[in-house]
């Protein structure tokens, strides 16, 4: 059975930075598309990033570009989000999330979720 477990998240002030990390189990995914969403209280759940199966590729959200950072050590079935110069409007719970396909547009629509992490930036 998949299973997403994000870790990381927690209260942090704006300007601050936070690493979430993801650790995949219950599958090969050294191989699969990963990536993080994000869903603040009361909105839809929203792409934050991807990484494609080695790394080699990622996609941000225009409203994390330049401010976050995905990776990953396929070694560790990981994959982590760096945030630097957060707002108060990153504040959301954040998903972990996998594909069961190697391409990032695969992860337009992710096959796999994991329970998320609550992220909260005070001003």
């Known amino acids: 059975q998949v299973q997403l477990v994000e870790s990381g998240g927690g209260l942090v002030q704006a300007g601050g930075s936070l690493r979430l990390s993801c650790a995949a189990s219950?599958?090969?995914?050294?191989?699969?598309?990963m990536g993080w969403f994000r869903q603040a209280p009361g909105k839809e759940r929203d792409f934050v990033a991807a990484i494609n199966w080695s790394g080699g590729n990622t996609d941000y959200a225009h409203y994390v570009k330049g401010r976050f950072t995905i990776s990953r050590d396929n070694a560790k079935n990981t994959v982590y989000l760096q945030m630097n110069s957060l707002k108060p409007e990153d504040t959301a719970v954040y998903y972990c999330?996998?594909?069961?396909?190697?391409?990032?547009?695969?992860?337009?629509?992710?096959?796999?979720w994991g329970q998320g992490t609550q992220v909260t930036v005070s001003s």
């Open positions: 219950g599958g090969t995914f050294s191989t699969n598309a």
């Open positions: 999330a996998a594909s069961n396909f190697q391409l990032l547009s695969t992860m337009q629509k992710p096959d796999y």
